[in-house]
């Protein structure tokens, strides 16, 4: 694409962590038995009277205030009117103008060198129930548990270049969202899904080109390949003297392609219009400096702070993708002098294991100053590295003092050079041949005899300080 130059906005749909829906007190859980959450409200019954959830519009002015958004006073909630079975009340409650923030930016690319992302607006909406095709009836059924669920939508002014620069952008944004706690941001659950727009043009124009949207993808990497397979769409309808006609089109990860959806012709006409049950909502300056308090440190410096300490960007930024994980470390580091060991076990070990386990770091059963101690023993050498990575998984499951557990099961590194000496003499002294070419030169020998104390204190010596004293006693 040498002459050419993709274009793309995002429009994200993100669900926001309540414990219930945007307009009734019904849980907001989805994956229960099918309507065992609904109520007249988000079921769309005539006559049935929506409330505000106050918790949903305090995240979407926190996510906002992080964004660098302006947060508006006063915003309205619209109608946005369609047909469709997962949507009882023939439209769905949104904000069209004002919503409530307008403006903001998020930078991707090198700290030296940012590109900004411009934003458009975030606005509060709820979300639709689901269609559920049940194949061995022939039937579809409507669950509207997921109805009323409120979400956040933040859409873009079209600043993205290039699928790697979607990618970026999104992986960024999710990682804000969930260090703010905005968001659960679960991608499997679609908590955080994307409509990828994006139209081609010469290479530094200042106009734009025919667009196409690529509609409810909720996977970074998808998202990237669907801007991949759609630019190299695109061109090559233009190199045949082809117009690109603005559709809504289906990315298909099967088949790696996407696929029309509707034209523009039969795009919706929503006839949005003011929603009459529900008064502007107001945000006031109190309530914007409470939600400040709160705001936890931004993720630009936590990171910073990181590689301070001597992690490296990788690391960091493996702390920073699992919630919470920055605050284990911060817990543990306080008890230790070199946390690039515990970042290390961290990213290796404890991360991972969270993952299985679906556990924030800090709601694990192993202490942070557990953690700590393993990296100490490991330091000091009290502990092989083969010996840590063997007892984290009891560690992980109980918790409890590393050493206790590296003893019980004879796992301590002898570190006492007088044990070692006495060990290593017996070694040298049941092979003098071996010795004696050590003596003539043969270095490599010297693995031969630490492997010999290894295997007399069944592996609890410290190999280290065993080749050392070894060293020692054959060069007398
Ligand atoms: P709509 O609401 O009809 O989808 P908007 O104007 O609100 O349209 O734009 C939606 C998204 O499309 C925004 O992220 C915007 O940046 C992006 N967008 C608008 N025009 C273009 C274009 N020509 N090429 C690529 N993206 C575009
Ligand atoms: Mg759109
Ligand atoms: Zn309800």
Known sequence: MSDLEAVIGLEIHCQLKTATKLFCSCQARSGDEPNSHICEVCSGQPGALPRLNGRALWLAAKAGLALGCQVQEVSIFSRKNYFY?????????????????????????PEDDPLLIRLNRIHLEDDAG??????????????????????IEIVTEPDLRSSAQTAEFLKKLHALLVHLEVTEGRLEEGEFRCDVNISLRPRGAAWFGTRCEIKNLNSFRHAAQAVAYEAVRQE????????????TRLFDPVRQETRSLRSKEEAHDYRYF??????????????????????????????????????????AERLLDRRRAAEYFDAARLALEEPKRLATLMVELLLPACQRAGLDPPDCRLAP????ALARLMADNTLSRR?????FPELFEKGGDPAAVAAARGLLQVSDSGAIEALAAEAIAAHPEEAEKYRQGQEKILSFFVGQVMKKSRGAANPKLAGEVLAGLLNQ
């Not at 939600?291 to 590689?307: N, Q």
């Not at 100053?369 to 700590?372: G, T």
């Open 130 to 151: 689901k269609c559920v095709h049940d194949e061995a009836r022939g039937q579809t059924l409507v669950d509207l548990n997921r109805a009323g669920t409120p979400l």
């Open 387 to 391: 010996a840590a990575y063997e007892i």
């Open 274 to 315: 003011p929603q009459p049950d529900l008064p502007p909502v107001l945000i006031s300056g109190e309530m914007l400096e409470k939600i400040r308090a709160e705001m936890p440190e931004p993720p630009e410096k936590v990171k910073a702070r990181l590689k301070g300490l001597g992690l490296t960007d990788e690391q």
């Open 369 to 372: 100053r557990d953690l700590a």
């Open 236 to 247: 090559s309808l233009l190199a045949q003297g082809l117009e690109v006609s603005q559709e």
């Open 85 to 109: 079975p997962d949507l009882p009340a023939g439209f769905q409650t949104s904000q069209l103008d004002p919503p409530v923030c307008l403006g903001g930016a998020l930078s991707i690319g």
